[in-house]
Structure formats: C-alpha cells, structure tokens
C-alpha cells in the first residue's frame, strides 16, 4: 500500500478516536471508563518517533495504549514495548496494549520474547469483521426507524475497511447513504467527513464520481458546497481588488516618476495587498522612485 494513503488511513482512525473516545475504546473490546487522556509525547525515549498514538487513563488505574497500523513490520512491537515500558517507568501503573489493525492484515506477530523481557499486545483486526452483516444489520435498524447508537455509528464509519464481498467504492456509497438517516446531526456530520476522507484517499478518480453525487445529496455536502460558493466568491473578490491595486500603484507612479522600469513593474505585480495599499496611500508623500523599494519584495 501506499505510504501517503496508509498514514491517511492512520490519521482517519485516530480521528474517530478524537470524536467518538470512550465509545470508540468499547468499540474494541476496552470496557472501562476513561479518567483522563495521558500525555503521549515521551521526551526522553530516543527512538524513531517518541508519540504513542493514544493513551488513556482508565478508572481502574491503569492506562490503555492505542496503536493503529496499517503495516506488519518487525521493529512495531519493539517500539511498542519502548513506549510502555518509558510509560510505566514514568507513572508505575499497569500499561495494556491495544493494536487496530485495518486494510489487509489479517494476522500479525502480537508478542515478543527478548530475554528477561516477554512481551505481547492484543490485536483487534478490523478485516475480521463481517462488513456485509454488519450492513444489512445497521439498514435493518434504519428501516425500522430505531435510534443508531454511538456503537452502531462507529461501525457505519468502519465499514470500508471491514471484509466484504464489495469493493470499497460500493461500501463507502453504502455507507454514506445510510448516514444520511442518522438523527444526530453532529453525529452525521462527523461520520460523512470520515467516510469522505477514506474515500479521497482508497477510491478511483473515475469512482470518486459516484461517491460525490451520493455525497452532494448530504446535509453536509450542501454545507461543504455553499461553503466553497462563499469562499470562491471571497477570494474573486480579494482578486479583483488585487488587480485594480497593481493597476492604480503603477498609474500613479508613473504619472508621478515617468515610466516604470520592468523590473518594478514586476515587484508590483508581484506585491501583496498591504503593500500595495500601503503604495496607494502613500502616493503624495513619495520624494523619489526608490521610497516604494523597501514596501516591494
């Protein structure tokens, strides 16, 4: 897989870890209550990267350490125990392990055996997951009209990298669709946007189509769309007044200096609205040429 679309696939996961928490940690099988989030920078472990992905506190005084991988490699574990045991030497509690594997994988090295030291993490696969059972389960419960839970939500925004008989674009088209029926808008809002972003990074630009007109039809493409009118119409605005700046600046100065040399022509063109403003404005206190220098780049 690619490198820029496995790190997205690790960014969108650990952003249901931003939005859904203690509903995402159930999710994988952690059922205790989150205390507080821990700090998850390690500034003295001298290793590759000192951040663990996620780490709470939980009531039962321990931490549960959260990774997200999308790889197998052989040095994962190595690293992982690093972060637990800098974290247990830091805080002397109980430190559990928790690797969610997506895409792929569907078995990886869960322990290590490195002397003194026995070391083993729980992996939670997500391709073990019946994604069409899970689909037909979520539209049953939709045509009912019955209220999603927090839970069923979490599954609706996995079920991409869930197994399935379907392609991805089929299951994320499928997915939004359902999404649409979420009663919480919150909740809906935050489920298309991720159901979005893996769909950017894992679907054709041919099928890319298929997903936008579905996804047009949201609450949040309509949202996404006007959005994008107001800022486009801003920044034609920002543009066109640019423009008439450049033109202004030079007319002046040359009615004020004779012609301009190209070369500040250039820099003008090139100038930002400030200092162009800053030109305007200035016009009449202008003794020679070379005053406007220091406002150019």
Request: aromatic share 8%.
């Amino acid at each position: 897989m690619d490198t820029k679309i496995r790190n997205t696939e690790d960014a969108i996961m650990k952003s249901v870890m931003d939005v859904f928490r203690e509903d995402a940690l159930k999710f994988f099988g952690v059922k205790a209550k989150i205390v507080s989030s821990a700090r998850t920078e390690l500034k003295n472990l001298q290793i590759t990267t000192a951040f663990m992905d996620y780490t709470f506190l939980l009531d039962d005084n321990s931490f549960v350490h959260l990774e997200f991988q999308t790889t197998d490699k052989k040095d994962d574990l190595s690293r992982f125990l690093a972060y637990d045991a800098a974290l247990h030497y830091k805080e002397n509690k109980n430190v559990n392990t928790i690797v969610v594997y997506s895409s792929d994988i569907k078995k990886a090295v869960t322990s290590i055996n490195i002397g003194s030291i026995k070391y083993s993490v729980k992996a939670f696969y997500m391709n073990s997951i019946d994604g069409d059972k899970k689909l037909d389960y979520l539209r049953n419960k939709i045509y009912n009209n019955e209220i999603l839970t927090k839970q069923d939500i979490l599954t609706l925004v996995f079920l991409p990298i869930m197994s399935s008989t379907k392609n991805k674009t089929d299951r994320i088209v499928d997915a939004i669709t359902l999404s649409k029926s979420i009663k919480d808008k919150e909740a809906e809002s935050n489920s298309l946007a991720l159901l979005y972003a893996f769909a950017e990074k894992f679907v054709s630009k041919e099928n890319m189509n298929k997903i936008k007109e579905v996804f047009r039809m949201t609450e949040l493409g309509k949202l996404l769309k006007q959005e994008g009118i107001e800022e486009g119409r801003k920044q034609g605005i920002e543009e066109g007044r640019k423009e008439e700046l450049i033109r202004t600046s030079i007319k002046l100065l040359t009615k004020k200096f004779g012609i301009l040399p190209d070369d500040i022509k250039n820099k003008i063109e090139n100038s930002d609205t400030t200092a162009l403003e800053i030109i305007v404005d200035g016009i009449l206190d202008f003794e020679k040429l070379e005053d406007i220098f220091k406002y150019l780049k």
